[in-house]
Nanobody
């Protein structure tokens, strides 16, 4: 059974930092690309960042320079370090994995709220 469990969300003031974690099980983690997405109330889910199995990263323009995605294959965990947070970063953040056969899994999400 595949499980992706996000943690680390919370309430933070603008300018603050949070680190999200996504612990995976039931997948061959080191061969999967991992990503973070977010969805604000009334808006569509949007891509935030991706890290490939080889460690290549990509970021949405809105978070570039502020967020950093990383992975620890020994712990089957992907992280999202979020710095200089803005109220517009408020959303539920979701972890996604994509396997070599394009099998896709999502976590249940963790809420991030940034107050002004």
């Amino acid at each position: 059974q595949v499980r992706l469990v996000e943690s680390g969300g919370g309430l933070v003031q603008a300018g603050g930092s949070l680190r999200l974690s996504c612990a995976a099980s039931g997948i061959v983690f080191n061969t999967n690309a991992m990503g973070w997405y977010r969805q604000a109330p009334g808006k569509q889910r949007e891509w935030v960042a991706t890290i490939s199995s080889g460690g290549n990263t990509g970021y949405a323009d809105s978070v570039k320079g502020r967020f950093t995605i990383s992975r620890d294959n020994a712990k089957n965990t992907v992280y999202l370090q979020m710095n200089s947070l803005k109220p517009e970063d408020t959303a539920k953040y979701y972890c996604k994995s994509v396997g070599r056969s394009f099998s896709t899994y999502w976590g249940q999400g963790t809420q991030v709220t940034v107050s002004s």
